[in-house]
């Protein structure tokens, strides 16, 4: 609901659509950071999915389309939470990735840009470090899981302190060395008011 106010255009806070800027390349891992962009949607009662996708010349525009349609209409349709107070929008920009990507959340006054890190990386940095460096509103950037868990057997002994001291320990002593580490569970019943988690 709008009112005026001298003049001045003023839009009822709680009827403001929540505005998220999903960028999608051509890459494999593309519906990974459509995931996660409805992920955050789903957050929210009245988001507006902005989902942009830029062309390297005017030549592959109709192929980006192609390509961004299906897949966010794939994704929205899998998952299933198109809802009545849901819009999305399809933007195809030619250009520079990065200038692009920013100048259209600007422009929207976006509230949250989701973009991929994915793949090898030029010196020069990825598309997603020089996003983050011309952000104009957070910025959920999204990476393949590492499983560092795998490359290297855990110490049991750390295992076991960890258990039982349900965490207030990280590890056993032969591996806590040097390393300070403050650590404390915090219950939802703690109060922070004249007192102290530790």
């Not at 009662?45 to 030549?59: I, K, T």
């Not at 020089?130 to 957070?138: F, G, T, V």
């Amino acid at each position: 609901m709008r009112c005026t106010t001298e003049g001045m255009t003023v839009i009822n806070p709680a009827l403001r659509r929540f505005r998220i800027v999903a960028a999608l390349d051509q890459s494999e891992y593309a519906e990974i950071v459509l995931e996660h962009a409805i992920d955050q949607a789903v957050r929210h009662e009245r988001p507006d999915l902005h989902f942009v996708a830029v062309a390297a010349g005017h030549a592959s525009v109709d192929e980006a389309r192609a390509n961004l349609a299906a897949l966010v209409l794939q994704g929205l349709d899998t998952i299933g939470t198109r809802g009545a107070d849901w819009r999305s929008w399809l933007h195809v920009l030619v250009g520079d990735a990065e200038t692009e990507i920013t100048d259209l959340a600007a422009d929207l006054s976006a509230d949250l840009m989701v973009v991929g890190r994915f793949g090898a990386h030029s010196r020069r940095g990825s598309t997603a470090d020089k996003i983050l460096e011309n952000a104009p509103c957070p910025t959920l950037v999204v990476n393949l899981k590492q499983d560092t868990a795998s490359a290297e057997m855990q110490c049991v002994k750390c295992v076991a302190v960890r258990a039982d001291t349900e965490a207030e320990r990280l590890f056993c002593d032969e591996h806590s060395g040097d390393r300070m580490r403050l650590s404390a569970l915090v219950s939802p019943s703690t109060s922070l008011r004249g007192g102290s988690v530790w």
